[in-house]
């Protein structure tokens, strides 16, 4: 059975950063990319950051520059570091992995509030 894990989350300021973790455990064949979506209030999902498994990146127009994502291949594991942090980044951010099945976690709650 597959689980995918975020952790992380939580109350920043703006200005501040987070970083959060995500890993997916179980037996999982030929992922080909694992990233990050984010769900406010009222909105849709959307994507934020992605990285394949040969690291090629893809950043949502309102994070390049201030969020990284990254990757250890070998622990199935997926970060993303969040710098600059803005109020409008509050949301519910969710691990996505992609392999011939799609993966989701569970979801972790950032706030960005002073």
């Known amino acids: 059975q597959v689980q995918v894990v975020e952790s992380g989350g939580g109350l920043v300021q703006p200005g501040g950063s987070m970083r959060l973790s995500c890993t997916a455990s179980?037996?999982?064949?030929?992922?080909?990319?694992m990233g990050w979506y984010r769900q406010a209030p009222g909105k849709e999902r959307e994507l934020v950051a992605i990285?394949?498994?040969?690291?090629?990146?893809n950043y949502v127009d309102s994070v390049k520059g201030r969020f990284t994502i990254s990757r250890d291949n070998a622990k199935n594991a997926v970060y993303l570091q969040m710098n600059s942090l803005k109020p409008e980044d509050t949301a519910v951010y969710y691990c996505?992995?992609?392999?011939?099945?799609?993966?989701w976690g569970q979801g972790t709650q950032v706030t960005v509030s002073s």
């Open positions: 990285m394949t498994s040969g690291g090629h990146t």
């Open positions: 996505n992995v992609r392999s011939p099945v799609t993966y």
């Open positions: 179980g037996i999982i064949y030929r992922i080909t990319a």
